[in-house]
Every structure is written in structure tokens, then in C-alpha cells.
């Protein structure tokens, strides 16, 4: 069994699995065209358009993180989750790509988007590239029928997750067809919840783990990616524009139906909250008013209770203790992000 030391921070279990992962990502985007691979290289943060080398905002890492935890908490050295590693960042870059394009969002990470840097048919090919590229290193990769199985299955779910979230933009915000938050909680487990899961699954089969080991891991994945989204609902209203990213109350000007607005419409306290999310200029009114009907209480009571949800299964399942405690540190602080 392989004995992984106790990084200090996240930053450096973040940094350690990123290091291990990089080197093979970046081999394996080098495969495609190369105008898809400067895209794909533009997405990652790693040139500007037209292919000079940049030291752009990339992403956390978690999916690959998770994919070299996996290995480890099965007891193999962490570089036996650098397939599931790549597959999962290439499938997250494809996604990200794609919804940008679906929900016309201009920028990504503080720079122009794909679509909007390059184009929408160039943004969706290199989307659909990365994919194809995904499924190939893990149909390379030991046991890759069955890990291209699980790939799938996440992929099915990420699909359903997303095509729930465009729907919800068509339907009231009260009444009948309003959205529930069961509803809302089947959508972030698919869209968000099922790549953190398949990540660290992935990883466990590649590092020997049996089927319940590797199950009891996609579960606690699915869990971490429900608290995760709703804290992004928080923090899509309340947040620090300079933390985020994003402007403050944006997600209510572009009135998405999140977890914290679905809890306070189902208060009485939010009578008039419909009609403020449906008025230009009234975000701040609308934030407060949600606020004051317990929208952000209830979100962030959810998102506790799915971490609980993650940190018992993690806890249960028969895991290399060293890595347990590192997937356990990443669960807590990925929760802790500026509320």
C-alpha cells in the first residue's frame, strides 16, 4: 500500500495531484488538431488566441484531484488516477465549453470565452474534440471498458442534469409548474454532482478498488457536487464580486431559478419576491428580500447536510486512511469558499 504524506494545505494537495495530472494533459490535448488544440490550450489557460503561451486563471483541479485520490485511497500510488485524471479535466473543459455556448455567457475565468474569442462552430468543435479525446485515454487505460462504462453513465446524467437547468428557465416561478427543490437537487447532482463522482470512481478502479468501494465514492462525489453548486448559488448572489468573479446579484438579473430563491418563494415572508426577480434593476431588493425569507438559510442548511452525506460515506467506506483524510480536507474546504 502506497503511504501518502499530509499535505499542509489544499493549495498543496491541490498543486501535488496537479503535478502528477499536467504533464499527461497537456500530451494529450498536444494529439489533436492543432487549431483544436490551441483552443483547447486557450480554455485551459495555457496560451491566448492566435497561441501565445499565457499564465491565465485555470481551474481549481478538483476533478483531477479527486480522480489521484481515488488511486490512492484504493491503496495504489496516485499516477494509477492520471487516465481518470485527464479523461475527467478533457470531459469538464468540453462541458464548460458547451455551456458557455448554450447559456450565451461571454466570458469564462475572467477572459472571453471560447465562443466568443473564437467563434461559436469553432468553440463547439473543440468541445466536441476534447470529449472524443476523453474516451479515448480511458478506452487505452487498464480496465477501460469498464471505466468508459462509468464515464458514460456520468456523462448521461451531466447531460439530464443540464438539459433540466435550460428547461427551468422556461417555467414560473410559482404555481403548479414552478420549480421544486427536489427537483433542483436531482439537477445539481446530475450536472455538477456526477463528474465529481465519476472522477473519484475512475481513479479507484484504476488503483484496484472492488465495485462497492469505487460505488460508495461516486456517491460521496455526487453529494460533495450538490453542496458545491449550492454554494455557488450563495455566493452567485452574495458574494464578493472580487472573489468570484462575478458581478454581484448576477444570477438573479439573469433570473436563474437557484436553490436559495426556490426555498424563499416557498415562504410566505416572499410575497412580492416574483415580481422583483421579474424587474430590471431590482436585485439588491430581490437579495434581501430572499434573505429575509430564509433563501440563503435553507441553501446553505442543504449544503451541510450533503456534506455530512459525503464525510459519512467517505468515513464508512474501506479507504487508505491517508488518503481519506486528504478527500475529507478537500470536502471541508471546498465548502468553506467565502461565505
Known amino acids: 500500500m502506497t503511504t501518502v504524506q499530509a499535505p499542509s494545505s489544499v493549495p498543496e494537495l491541490l498543486g501535488r495531484c496537479g ?13 489533436l488538431h492543432p ?19 499565457a499564465a491565465a486563471p485555470g481551474g481549481k483541479g478538483v476533478r483531477q484531484a479527486l480522480a489521484v485520490l481515488g488511486a490512492e485511497a484504493a491503496g495504489a500510488d496516485g499516477r494509477a488516477g492520471v487516465p481518470a485524471a485527464v479523461a475527467v479535466e478533457l470531459v469538464h473543459a468540453f462541458s464548460l465549453l458547451h455551456d458557455d455556448v448554450m447559456d450565451g455567457d461571454a466570458t469564462r475565468r475572467r477572459r472571453p470565452a471560447v465562443w466568443k474569442a473564437y467563434g461559436t462552430g469553432p468553440a463547439v468543435l473543440a468541445g466536441d474534440a476534447l470529449f472524443a479525446l476523453a474516451v479515448e485515454i480511458l478506452a487505452s487505460a487498464p480496465q477501460g471498458a469498464g471505466t468508459v462504462r462509468l464515464l458514460s453513465a456520468a456523462l448521461a446524467d451531466l447531460v439530464r442534469g443540464q438539459a433540466d437547468d435550460l428547461l427551468f428557465a422556461t417555467r414560473p416561478w410559482t404555481g403548479p409548474e414552478r420549480v421544486t427543490p427536489e427537483e433542483y437537487r436531482s439537477m445539481a447532482e446530475g450536472k455538477t454532482g456526477a463528474l465529481l463522482g465519476c472522477a473519484a470512481a475512475l481513479g479507484a478502479v484504476l488503483g484496484g478498488a472492488d465495485a462497492a468501494t469505487a460505488g460508495a465514492l461516486d456517491r460521496a462525489g455526487r453529494h460533495l457536487g450538490i453542496a458545491f453548486q449550492l454554494v455557488d448559488d450563495v455566493l452567485g448572489i452574495w458574494g464578493d464580486p472580487a472573489v468570484t468573479g462575478k458581478p454581484v446579484g448576477g444570477d438573479l438579473r439573469q433570473r436563474k431559478k437557484t436553490y436559495p430563491v426556490l426555498a424563499a418563494l416557498g415562504s410566505p415572508a416572499a410575497r412580492g419576491l416574483p415580481e422583483l426577480l421579474d424587474t430590471p434593476g431590482r436585485a439588491a431588493q430581490a437579495a434581501a428580500l430572499i434573505e429575509a425569507a430564509g433563501g440563503r438559510t435553507a441553501a446553505l442548511t442543504e449544503a451541510r447536510a450533503h456534506t455530512a452525506a459525503a464525510r459519512a460515506l467517505l468515513t464508512e467506506a474501506p479507504l487508505a486512511t491517508e488518503a481519506a483524510e486528504h478527500l475529507l480536507q478537500l470536502l471541508d474546504h471546498l465548502m468553506d469558499r467565502e461565505l
Open 35 to 53: 487549431w483544436v488544440a490551441e483552443m483547447a490550450g486557450y480554455s485551459f489557460g495555457w496560451c491566448e488566441v492566435g497561441g501565445a503561451p
Open 19 to 31: 503535478r502528477l495530472a499536467q504533464p499527461a494533459l497537456r500530451e494529450a490535448v498536444g494529439r
